[in-house]
């Protein structure tokens, strides 16, 4: 294990999970799809960055609505509606990508991007779940210790 810096850690964090998770939807898409890799590698990499720009635009309207509304506090059930919203929005915005590209109607564009968003939760449990396994934040360190944390890495 290895202890980063926290903004080297989320570095690191937001360039391995993008990469990775490029590939492997890459994958998927290209089994959904039946085409070559080479057909399902641009609709991955352009819902990636439509991803990025609607977490930017969502959250800063999201937040925007906190400040006027007076929210103080996350409970669990704004979280909950934070996320479905988020992910709603984001499965509006890729679906006519997937049934332009793809050259496929709106319910086939619909089981290509459900799984796609299910691979994500499953992905993005796992890999964060690794990923703090490996890359522990200087906080956490002493409570890895006992897991074989690295202790000569700068924090």
Known sequence: MFVLSPRARRLTYVITFEFFG???????????????????????AAVSVMALVWNYAFNTLFELWERKS??????????????????????????PLYMVWYHVGFLEAVLME???????LVYTFVFTYLFDMLLVLPQHQGQQKGRGARQDMPA
Do not use: C, N, W, Y
């Open 22 to 44: 490029l590939l492997l939807s890459t994958v998927l898409l290209t089994i959904l799809s039946g085409g070559p890799a080479t057909d399902s590698l641009p609709v991955a």
């Open 114 to 120: 459900s799984a796609v968003l299910l691979f994500f």
């Open 70 to 95: 007076g929210v103080m506090l996350r409970s669990l059930k704004l979280r909950l509606i934070h996320a479905g919203s988020f992910e709603l929005g984001l499965f509006l915005l890729t679906l």
